[in-house]
């Protein structure tokens, strides 16, 4: 059975995740492109949403591969991974990366000329970004998940076979607990412990030690939920409002000596864990309780939401170059730059996208009948 209140939390994340990268413009963490200023307040809501916005895109993956391979075989789930992930990142990288490094580069000073002089003879030289030009970008999550797939296809198509295996026994015991989940807090803990902030989280797979293990975890976690059934649902549903209390608690815990400057060691990356692990299982429950239910909308939001993460950070970059040094105040560049990136996008993916059915495939979506 079909749960809408996945697609509804997939749309909302993405749609979290332009707003976003909008403020990372405004706020003094290192982006591609900066504002003329930037803002220390704005990083309370930044550090908030970026506690769990990505914990809980790797979770929906991992529910949404359970779903795929209860009706695919081991093959036929990588061949559909090779072409809604690999093919989708190789032409980003071609086409959709390109402006964005391009816009960078005028703004720092370390190109002039045309967009075509650049992609011609830069936009795949000089090797890896930020020392070259080539890049994924964004993207990198498009990568993070093709190869999470090809190394956990076997355990998953073993899991599917085999309903009764001892882990997933004992992985519905726990769920059936109000706070048996919590479980998942440990290993966690133990990548916030052993890689962060040495290994940090960059995005770029070879020696990203702490984006790869805890994604990892969560990836698979997602999947087991599923192996659940009912129970998983079940619980996240009935005590929504402890993991609630529970991620207030945590955040203001966790926020506490990040703004003080006071540090303990351990504690704050226990709370971080619990934080992170608390307000995606809030999500859930709050979804299942009121989402799951189907519309029009959603049907359509859905389907346009994997085109929209592949081109939104390419169109907001673009705006960002061009009001970057307007005097302007935070609202009415925010405004812009958010109501500018949702039209833009949604215009290129209704007139240019959507309606052709071999432009489809390259932004991840399937091939559509052809209309005669």
């Known amino acids: 059975?079909?749960?809408?209140?996945?697609?509804?939390?997939?749309?909302?994340?993405?749609?979290?995740?332009?707003?976003?990268?909008v403020g990372m413009f405004f706020v003094p963490w290192g982006f591609h492109l900066k504002n003329n200023v930037t803002y220390e307040w704005l990083t309370l809501p930044m550090l908030f949403l970026n506690q769990w916005r990505l914990p809980l895109l790797f979770l929906i993956s991992g529910i949404g591969t359970r779903y795929a391979l209860s009706k695919r075989s081991a093959r036929q789930f990588l061949s559909e991974r090779f072409f809604r992930l690999f093919i989708p990142l190789v032409f980003g990288m071609l086409f959709i990366i390109p402006p964005q490094i391009y816009v960078e580069r005028l703004a720092n000073g370390q190109f002039s000329g045309n967009y075509l002089d650049y992609w011609t003879s830069q936009a795949f030289a000089g090797g890896a970004y930020p020392e070259g030009n080539v890049?994924?970008?964004?993207?990198?999550?498009?990568?993070?998940?093709?190869?999470?797939?090809?190394?956990?296809?076997?355990?998953?198509v073993y899991l599917r076979n085999h309903p009764d295996a001892r882990i997933i026994r004992w992985?519905?015991?726990?769920?059936?607990?109000?706070?048996?989940?919590?479980?998942?807090?440990?290993?966690?803990?133990?990548?916030?412990?052993?890689f962060y902030p040495d290994y940090s989280d960059n995005g770029a797979l070879i020696g990203d030690w702490y984006g790869v293990s805890r994604y990892f975890i969560l990836f698979f976690v997602g999947f087991m939920l599923i192996c659940t059934k009912d129970v998983f649902w079940t619980t996240v549903t009935d005590n929504r409002r402890?993991?609630?209390?529970?991620?207030?608690?945590?955040?203001?815990?966790?926020?506490?000596?990040?703004?003080?400057?006071?540090?303990?060691?351990?504690?704050?990356?226990?709370?971080?864990?619990?934080?992170?692990?608390?307000?995606?299982?809030?999500?859930?429950?709050y979804a299942a309780a009121?989402?799951?239910?189907?519309?029009?909308?959603?049907?359509?939001?859905?389907?346009?939401?994997?085109?929209?993460?592949?081109?939104?950070?390419?169109?907001?970059?673009?705006?960002?170059?061009?009001?970057?040094?307007?005097?302007?105040?935070?609202?009415?560049?925010?405004?812009?730059?958010?109501?500018?990136?949702?039209?833009?996008?949604?215009?290129?993916?209704?007139?240019?996208?959507?309606?052709?059915?071999?432009?489809?495939?390259?932004?991840?979506?399937?091939?559509?009948?052809?209309?005669?």
Not at 171 to 194: D, I, K, N, S, Y
Request: hydrophobic fraction near 55%; glycine fraction near 4%; proline fraction near 4%.
């Open 290 to 372: 009121h989402l799951n239910r189907e519309s029009k909308t959603l049907k359509y939001a859905n389907e346009a939401v994997y085109p929209f993460y592949i081109l939104h950070q390419t169109v907001m970059l673009i705006l960002c170059y061009f009001i970057r040094n307007l005097d302007w105040q935070l609202f009415p560049k925010f405004s812009v730059l958010a109501i500018g990136t949702f039209g833009i996008s949604w215009l290129i993916y209704e007139f240019g996208i959507r309606r052709y059915r071999l432009i489809r495939p390259l932004f991840g979506m399937k091939k559509v009948a052809q209309q005669t």
């Open 242 to 285: 402890k993991y609630l209390y529970c991620g207030i608690a945590a955040f203001c815990l966790w926020l506490t000596p990040e703004i003080f400057g006071v540090h303990i060691p351990y504690l704050a990356d226990v709370l971080k864990a619990v934080n992170s692990w608390s307000w995606c299982l809030t999500m859930f429950g």
């Open 1 to 21: 059975m079909r749960r809408y209140d996945i697609d509804s939390l997939r749309v909302l994340v993405f749609c979290l995740l332009i707003f976003y990268h």
């Open 135 to 156: 890049s994924w970008h964004h993207l990198w999550f498009l990568n993070y998940l093709f190869n999470f797939s090809l190394l956990l296809t076997p355990v998953f």
């Open 171 to 194: 992985f519905t015991a726990v769920a059936a607990r109000p706070f048996g989940l919590f479980v998942v807090v440990v290993p966690l803990w133990l990548c916030e412990a052993l």
